[in-house]
């Protein structure tokens, strides 16, 4: 114990983004955008669609490199050690990326075997895994018989069930209904008791909710980031800065 925390001592960031651009032909996506996040911190990422929050999070998981920058992963380049840094890494995408001829056992064994987990240990992880995100009484099923719900939360399951130190959820409540946001909202306050969350959204209340702190991109650019201590104020500043645009 004392060992691991001394390891995570070495790096004062959990993710530090350095100068962070990402363009696509003539689109800049991303805009030198700059960031440094504690350990064990809860991040709601905000913004319209198209602010530039999914090919954020694409640059952190390693899916996607930045056409200038650098970013740092526990203070390791995810470009010049991606393969030790994902194992760090759970990524949820816009789209679940399920296997939906298999059963969702099957499925998570398999994001195990991905990620190396020890054969010791799968049972247990997967196990843990389903009762966060409510799937234990689902364990059979075919993946592409289930609901679009309970497909969202399978793809929060596969991102969750090696324990990854960070933990990356586009647009995570897609598809849920009240009673399964509200797990959501507990569970990824769970999350941040052993992992740094960065999640995003473009609904406010939702990001208010779990978020310790909140960071808003508009046009690709970072147009705020502070503490979530007042939703009121964020509500007039989100209405300042993305609907009525940055001056």
């Given at each position: 114990?004392l060992?691991s ?7 004062q ?10 363009v696509f032909?003539?689109?800049?996506a991303v805009?030198?955008?700059n960031l440094?996040i ?12 198209g602010?530039g929050k999914s090919?954020?999070l694409q640059?952190?998981?390693g ?7 650098n970013?740092?992963i ?15 890494i759970?990524y949820?995408?816009e789209?679940p990326p ?15 075997t991905l990620?190396?987990?020890?054969k010791?240990q799968?049972?247990?992880l997967?196990?843990k ?6 799937l234990?009484e689902?364990?059979?099923?075919r ?5 679009k ?7 929060i399951?596969?991102?969750i ?8 959820l ?16 507990e569970?990824?306050r769970?999350?941040a008791?052993?992992s740094?969350?960065i999640f995003?959204s ?5 990001v ?5 702190r ?9 147009v705020h980031?502070?503490p979530?201590?007042n939703?009121k104020?964020l509500?007039d ?5 993305i609907?009525?645009?940055v001056?």
């Open positions: 114990m060992e925390l001394s390891k995570q001592n070495e790096h960031f959990a993710i530090e983004i350095n100068n962070v651009s990402r032909a003539e689109h800049i805009c030198d955008l440094q504690p350990h064990n911190q809860v991040i709601g990422l905000l913004g319209l669609n602010a090919t954020s640059m952190l998981a899916t996607l490199a930045p056409s200038i920058g970013i740092k526990l203070g390791q380049d995810i470009q010049q050690h991606a393969e030790k840094v994902k194992k760090d759970g949820l995408p789209v399920v296997y939906k001829e298999q059963t969702v056992d099957d499925y998570l064994n398999f994001i195990c990620y190396s987990v020890e010791s799968t049972s247990e997967v196990q895994a389903k009762e966060q995100c409510g234990t689902i364990s059979t099923r993946i592409g018989n289930l609901s719900g309970y497909q969202q939360r399978i793809g399951a596969q991102a069930v090696h324990q990854p130190k960070i933990v990356i586009d647009e995570p409540t897609v598809g849920l209904d009240p009673q399964q946001l509200i797990s959501m909202r569970m990824v769970g999350l008791q052993h740094t969350v995003s473009h609904i406010l209340s939702e208010c909710a779990v978020a310790d909140i960071v808003m991109l508009h046009e690709g650019k970072l980031d502070g979530n201590d939703q104020n509500e500043l989100f209405s300042q800065i609907l009525k645009g001056s």
